[in-house]
């Protein structure tokens, strides 16, 4: 009890406040480091890829080079950059998050996708299914989802880029096997979501609903995502099915100019973005299960991991591009909310 | 308890009080102080036992086994992790900047409320119960819309380079206004009861105001402070939401302890998550002991003395 008498508030104030200055002074940083501000899935593969960029970069001009990373859901993070978080490129799930940026600030140009080689998306992924071993449910394609008795988990496409890729999937494949019929679409795309037992807000909170609450039948998951699952939890516990048609799916990059020339980052992030379409940036992404642009730069064995099907770009005419697709799709009161509105309204 | 009444059955403590209001029926027979048979007793006693052992103990011992899962140096490993001494810098960094400022300003507060009488003070005291009743989200986005690049202030933050959102300012910023109200709280009852009889006595005796405050004031409520630091100390530690907001999440730099035990369970490193949150909780079972020991010891100068 000696101590409580000797310590008065006061001193204790005191302390804290000298602690305060002590913690405060810890030199933080030597030099401009670069934030990549990037979603959910991609956390292993630019862990990877920071360090072989830095090797990179001390190799080209001699300076070391500090990287950091924010993760979050795509949608929430481009937001965040238009709030003010000072990233100086962006690695996001797809072009609209990056076109939000562009429109509601003046940090990147509106032409930004015509900036990098194949539409500023240097490795591409889809969408597939994972399933519980021994896929006991017998689901090969998307008109299994809707069999009675099958649970399907998948995002809000509200929240999550990754779940308006799994729509967008469901969509094209009902769009070929319906020949276009818009109410057959409609039709199965709401019978889809009445199987959705829960709507996480991201990828990897819908991954962590099927894997570790042990939720639904089939997660409609990014084919890297599943993979991740796969390898973290146990190849005898899951299986991927890959569908008849699916989504190619273009996570994109971007230089956030407008922070990099405050930072006089400008030159390393080019470079930064580029290097992710060299032969060691295609290897990784690969390596990371994100299917890369040049397939002949990355190791055969990583190649040979992805399965071959149809895949839907977001450029066909079925859906016309981003700015079409969201507005039409996701935009409020656009088809995700007619389709999933209660009845009666 | 002057008005006459029956030993209520349903009643099932009554309180030494009752028990003397009713000296002359009960004479010269002694009674149990409740009604309940042994079976009813043993089962809500371990319906009690149960539920804190689901709901508490259980959680508890769950973080600890994770954490150790793969054994000690696993443990020691995720708490050496450069990531993991970042958050726990961070959420050090945090308590000892925002506590302190928090102290000062209930303090004051308190002190204003009990000693004085102004215009608008039940709208003052209300005020500083917001936090409670605002959920912690939106805490912290009300601070991006405030000082973030859009914000009200972002234009002219911008214009100086300031970063306060997803920076340590906006962290500071949103875990105060989440603990505001711990040590006002705490000490404002006590004030109020104590009156100013202290102070005028002081004063009349030709100490200054400043003397009066350090020698009169202060350490007549600095138990309840040390009460109120402790609570607000431990909250400040372990908000969640309003931080999530104006964080930015930048790996190893603007993550606090909470923060980074959701994203090592999200990468599927449950070990680490767990290894980070067993300092979490370590850090409120000291807490808890604090919190005890100064109510034991100091239990009266802890709360406001009624009837005296």
């Known amino acids: 009890m000696r101590v409580f008498r000797t310590l008065t508030p006061l001193a204790l104030v005191r302390a804290a406040l000298v602690g305060g200055a002590v913690l405060a002074a810890t030199p933080v940083l030597a030099q401009a480091p670069l934030l990549n501000v990037s979603y959910d899935p991609t956390r292993e593969l630019y862990r990877d890829y920071n360090l072989a960029f830095a090797a990179h970069w001390k190799e080209k001009t001699g300076q070391d080079i500090e990287i950091r990373q924010s993760h979050g859901g795509s949608g929430a993070q481009a937001r965040a950059v238009i709030d003010g978080l000072e990233a100086d490129v962006v690695t996001l799930a797809l072009a609209s998050d990056i076109d939000a940026i562009a429109k509601r600030t003046d940090k990147v140009p509106a032409d930004w996708q015509a900036r990098l080689p194949d539409h500023s998306a240097p490795y591409t992924s889809t969408i597939v299914f994972l399933v519980r071993a021994g896929n006991p449910k017998a689901i090969k394609d998307w008109d299994d989802l809707i069999r009675p008795g099958v649970e399907v988990i998948t995002p809000n496409p509200k929240t999550s880029g990754g779940a308006r890729w799994n729509h967008l999937a469901a969509w094209a494949w009902a769009a070929q096997t319906f020949g276009g019929d818009e109410d057959k679409i409609r039709a199965y795309i709401a019978e889809l979501y009445r199987h959705v037992p829960v709507l996480d807000t991201g990828a990897r909170g819908a991954t962590t609903t099927f894997t570790k609450r042990g939720l639904g039948d089939v997660l409609l998951a990014w084919e890297n995502e599943a993979f991740l699952a796969l390898n973290e939890l146990g190849p005898d516990q899951y299986e991927i099915v890959v569908p008849s048609i699916s989504i190619l799916a273009e996570p994109t990059v971007a230089v956030v100019e407008g922070n990099t020339e405050k930072h006089g980052t400008t030159e390393v992030a080019t470079e930064y973005l580029t290097y992710l379409y060299s032969p060691v940036g295609q290897a990784l992404a690969a390596r990371h299960y994100y299917r890369p642009r040049h397939p002949d730069f990355a190791a055969p064995q990583d190649i040979a991991r992805f399965p071959a099907t149809t895949l839907i770009t977001i450029d066909d005419p079925l859906f016309g591009g981003w700015p079409e697709a969201q507005a039409r799709h996701f935009g409020d009161g656009g088809l995700f909310d007619q389709i999933t509105a209660p009845p009666g309204q | ?308």
């Open chain 2, 1 to 308: 308890m002057d008005h006459p009444m029956p030993p209520a059955p349903a009643s099932p403590t009554p309180g030494p009080s009752a028990a003397r209001a009713f000296p002359s029926r009960r004479r010269g027979r002694w009674h149990p102080p409740t009604t309940e048979t042994a079976p009813t007793r043993a089962v809500l006693i371990a319906g009690a036992v149960l539920f804190l052992l689901l709901v508490l103990l259980a959680p508890l011992i769950s973080v600890f086994a994770e954490a150790l899962a793969d054994g000690l140096p696993g443990y020691v490993a995720a708490l050496t992790d450069p990531e993991a001494l970042s958050a726990i810098r961070l959420t050090l960094l945090v308590a000892v900047l925002s506590v302190p400022l928090n102290a000062l300003f209930g303090l004051a507060a308190a002190w204003a409320i009990a000693k004085f009488e102004f215009p608008g003070k039940s709208l003052f005291i209300t005020v500083i119960d917001l936090p409670f009743s605002i959920s912690p989200v939106i805490a912290g986005l009300v601070y991006v819309l405030v000082y973030g690049a859009h914000g009200v202030l972002g234009p002219f933050l911008q214009a100086h380079d300031l970063q306060v959102v997803f920076a340590l300012p906006g962290i500071v910023l949103a875990t105060m206004f989440v603990t505001v109200p711990f040590v006002a709280r705490e000490l404002i009852p006590l004030m109020q009861e104590q009156g100013t009889g202290d102070e005028e006595a002081a004063l009349s005796l030709g100490a200054s105001g400043w003397q009066t405050f350090w020698r009169v004031t202060l350490p007549n409520v600095k138990w309840a402070l040390l009460y109120g630091v402790l609570l607000c100390n431990a909250r400040a530690m372990g908000e969640f939401g309003a931080v999530a907001v104006v964080s930015g999440r930048i790996r190893g730099f603007t993550n606090t302890m909470p923060l980074q035990v959701e994203i090592l369970y999200n990468e599927y490193n449950t070990v680490a998550a767990f290894a980070v949150a067993s300092l979490l909780a370590v850090l409120a079972l000291a807490t808890l002991v604090l919190k005890t020991l100064l109510e034991w010891r100091y239990g009266d100068a802890l709360m406001a003395r009624r009837g005296h």
